[in-house]
């Protein structure tokens, strides 16, 4: 037998990580020099021959926290900080997007700083505290190079009968970043926990089909491998379109069905936190082809993103007064207030089932959401066992109408009975009650994708619990119904 060789690491272990701590700052020029910056990315792009930040995804960035202003009145700009104090708008030097679209980051011990310049560097505008404040633009066209982002409807790839989690992975076979098959799951790119925002913001007019609810649209997700989607759910990168042709990036039209993908469509690094695989192996690479995903869910995704801790840092200065752009959920309508951070704090989350309460207005950089809190509220990080028949079952199920009985809604091969001696009953009776209240949780469906979901092996691990205080019952008779 011969045996292959080891795998090597995907990054070298003696790899330098000092790039991995240089921010690229961006400043609202209306503030004094003291306020914290507006925003601050991670310089992971390479330019020519210089590091930075892809251009067009920092100026969408800002201008998701400007409230949707990314139109040709809003710019990126540089000025001399300190030396030159004043806000006049001669003080400022609009900076055109580079030939390779890499914005450089400026060299040690410079003074210049990148503002994100709005109509004018006097004018104070207003900004979203947080991902619960900011609405959707359905009216206006997104940011370049979004708005020549194309993806396939991809229709016929799933039969009508499937929807929500089963189908999108069934129309993607395999992980879309890495194109593994193995492990993989589907990931909401609006998540679950925010599904208030997408009914307050009317996103169900870009599902596939009328499911309840319409977050667990098979348009909003994507198969990606188990590993990947954690790093996802944590915000670690952003899927984003990018383009090294300037032509194409100043393109105003808005593709078409008919248009192939103008600009692809890229894994884009934002918290590699010292972690070199993320950067240097993902970063910037072309997702697997996409089908039926809505690039508006994509680009709520990628604002949702933005609108994070460790990147949106600009109400941690205390008392100081802030313009703001706030939702009124009850009036149904957007109003400008002028608050101090404390006060934007306690008012940032007005959706109670969102994750915003731990995005986007801590003064302190709080542990990373796990996974069940930023997407469907399923424990992940363990083995699952994928039961065929489970599916084959719920499909059944759904062809025998909702008339069903609920006793029957549990397939028969999950189904367990025992009878015990009265030594073992206690812990026996408890084990055994577990198990059908996990086989419960899973067979009982409603008739959306939360049927598909996996069995997850702790019921496995409680059959063998069961399996060893039987072997220490001899008294004991077990049952199993067919």
């Known amino acids: 037998m011969r045996l292959q060789p080891q795998l090597p690491p995907p990054i070298p272990p003696n790899q330098d990580n000092d790039q991995e701590n240089r921010f690229i700052e961006f400043y609202h020029p209306a503030y004094p020099p003291s306020t914290p910056p507006l925003l601050q990315l991670i310089a992971v792009d390479q330019g020519d021959g210089q590091l930075g930040i892809d251009y067009d995804f920092a100026k969408a960035a800002c201008g998701v926290i400007a409230d949707n202003r990314w139109d040709d009145a809003a710019y ?31 060299p040690p011990g410079s003074t210049c700083w990148y503002y994100f310049v709005v109509d004018n560097p006097t004018h104070c505008y207003p900004v979203v505290p947080s991902f619960d404040h900011w609405r959707f633009p359905h009216n206006i066209p997104l940011p ?56 307050s913001n009317d996103m ?21 491998r188990a590993d990947i989607h954690t790093l996802f759910d944590q915000h670690r990168f952003a899927f984003v379109p990018k383009t090294e042709d300037a032509r194409i990036v100043h393109n105003p039209h808005i593709a078409d069905d008919t248009q192939p993908l103008s600009a692809p469509l890229v894994v884009h690094a934002l918290l590699p936190r010292n972690n070199l695989e993320i950067s240097q192996y993902y970063h910037n690479r072309p997702l697997q082809s996409l089908v039926g995903i809505k690039v508006q869910f994509l680009f709520a995704r990628f604002a949702l993103s933005i609108l994070g801790d460790e990147l949106y840092i600009f109400f941690n200065s205390g008392p100081q007064k802030y313009t703001v752009r706030l939702y009124d959920k009850e009036k149904g309508e957007q109003y400008t207030d002028q608050l101090d951070g404390v006060t934007i704090r306690d008012r940032s989350q007005i959706f109670y089932s969102s994750s ?3 995005r986007s207005v801590s ?27 489970y599916y084959k079952h719920q499909r059944e199920l759904q062809r025998s109408g909702p008339d069903c009985e609920r006793s029957n809604s549990t397939p028969a091969s999950l189904s367990f009975t025992s009878t015990v001696s009265s030594s073992h009953s206690p812990p026996e009776t408890h084990i055994q009650d577990k198990v059908n209240e996990s086989v419960t949780a899973v067979g009982h469906g409603n008739g959306n994708e939360a049927n598909n979901e996996e069995i997850d092996l702790t019921v496995v691990h409680m059959l063998k619990q069961k399996q060893h205080f039987d072997a220490d019952a001899p008294s004991t008779k077990r049952q199993r119904v067919q």
């Open 204 to 224: 169900r007019r870009y599902c596939r089909l009328p499911t309840l609810p319409p977050v667990d649209d098979e348009a909003n997700l994507l198969t990606l």
């Open 363 to 389: 003064p302190e950089k709080r542990k990373a959401p796990s996974a069940h809190q930023e997407d469907d509220f399923t424990e992940r990080g363990r083995a699952r066992y994928r039961s065929p028949d």
């Open 144 to 199: 370049r190079p979004w708005n020549t982002l194309h993806v396939p409807i991809g229709s016929g790839q799933v039969s009508g009968s499937e929807t929500g989690k089963f189908a999108a992975r069934m129309r993607d076979g395999s992980c879309r970043v890495t194109g593994f098959i193995e492990t993989c799951e589907a990931a909401h790119l609006i998540p679950y926990a925010e599904h208030e925002w997408f009914q």
């Open 356 to 358: 915003s309460r731990t």
């Open 76 to 106: 990126i700009a540089i000025k001399n900080r300190p030396a030159q104090l004043s806000a006049e708008p001669s003080a400022f030097t609009k900076v055109t997007r580079p030939e390779d679209g890499v914005l450089p980051i400026p």
